[in-house]
């Protein structure tokens, strides 16, 4: 008992001691060393299918997507499994997504979408499933022909039950990481998609911009649309400071600067089901002028 006692006392000075002169206590963050994203990535198992690690350490990577133009599919994936997720990819598409669908036989948009888009899923890996729950947490749509991107749905913040769910990453970052996994250039991303919008602040700030643009809207067997570029009045309405669609694009320019592009306007569509639905389209930095 003696001996366990004085044991017990260095090991009590020792972790005051450490605490005194780090300023912060220990946490399992100083028990793993950090590695370079070139052996990050390599220590991650990539495939056609699915990607990541299941080891379970997501501790020391950075919310931002550190993949650049070019980067294999198994660094993309491998990059996932840092954040304890995977990908599955599944059959191709061939018709554009609803968000583009609006009087679709006189809107040049929906051509200029037509050709491949490429389905995804991302979803939490085997060894985060109970950390994350199983449920997916992205489901998405690249057309890099198009330079068009759909989100069908995305639950970084809860899944789909309404639980809360804390990620090591955001949906910019999956955004950027499943562009560049398609074989995308972050300067050609031009468009983004949303489809069946629920977010509450962004169906305020959509009926708002839509009463604001009421002379302006197009309406088609049941079915309502208008664009709204940045320079008019009624975009304060939609860019209202609650809204987190236009916030959130615009920060993905600035996390991205490679995307050399900021919003340029965005298409309001209300489809047949009265279901809420955007697009917002980008401005290339050399458009600007």
């Known amino acids: 008992m003696k001996i366990n006692g004085t044991l017990s006392a260095i090991c009590i000075a020792l972790f005051v001691n450490f605490t005194l002169i780090s300023g912060r206590a220990l946490d399992t963050r100083d028990l793993i060393t950090p590695v370079s994203d070139d052996l990050l990535f390599a220590r991650a198992k990539g495939g056609n299918n699915k990607g990541g690690s299941s080891s379970g350490s997501t501790s020391t990577t950075s919310k931002k997507s ?17 954040w304890g997720l995977q990908r599955t990819r599944h059959e191709d598409n061939d018709f554009p997504p609803k968000p583009f669908n609006w009087d679709n036989e006189a809107n040049d948009q ?6 491949t888009w490429k389905v995804a899923i991302i979803g939490p890996d085997s060894g985060h499933v109970g950390q994350y729950g199983e449920a997916d947490v992205y489901q998405y749509q690249t057309n890099v022909d198009a330079g068009a991107f759909h989100t069908d749905a995305v639950y970084t913040t809860a899944d ?3 639980k809360a769910r804390s990620l090591p990453t955001n949906r910019r970052a ?25 977010n509450g602040d962004a169906k305020e700030a959509f009926e708002s911009a839509l009463e604001a643009m009421e002379g302006h809207i197009s309406r088609s067997e049941g079915e309502q649309w208008v664009r709204i570029s940045t320079q008019d009045e009624a975009w304060a309405h939609w860019d209202n400071g609650k809204n ?16 050399h592009s ?14 809420y639905n955007a697009v917002h389209f980008m401005k290339p930095y050399e458009a600007l002028d």
């Open 110 to 115: 929906y051509d200029s979408v037509g050709g």
């Open 262 to 275: 900021e919003v340029d306007s965005v298409m309001l569509y209300v489809d047949e089901s009265d279901l």
């Open 66 to 82: 550190q993949v650049k133009k070019g980067a294999t599919t198994e660094a993309t994936d491998g990059e996932l499994g840092t």
């Open 174 to 198: 999956l955004t950027y990481n499943a562009w560049i996994d398609a074989g995308g250039d972050p300067a050609e991303l031009l468009k983004f998609s949303d489809e069946n919008i629920e």
């Open 160 to 162: 789909n039950t309404g």
């Open 244 to 259: 987190p669609f236009p916030a959130g694009y615009k920060k993905m320019t600035e996390d991205y600067p490679d995307m």
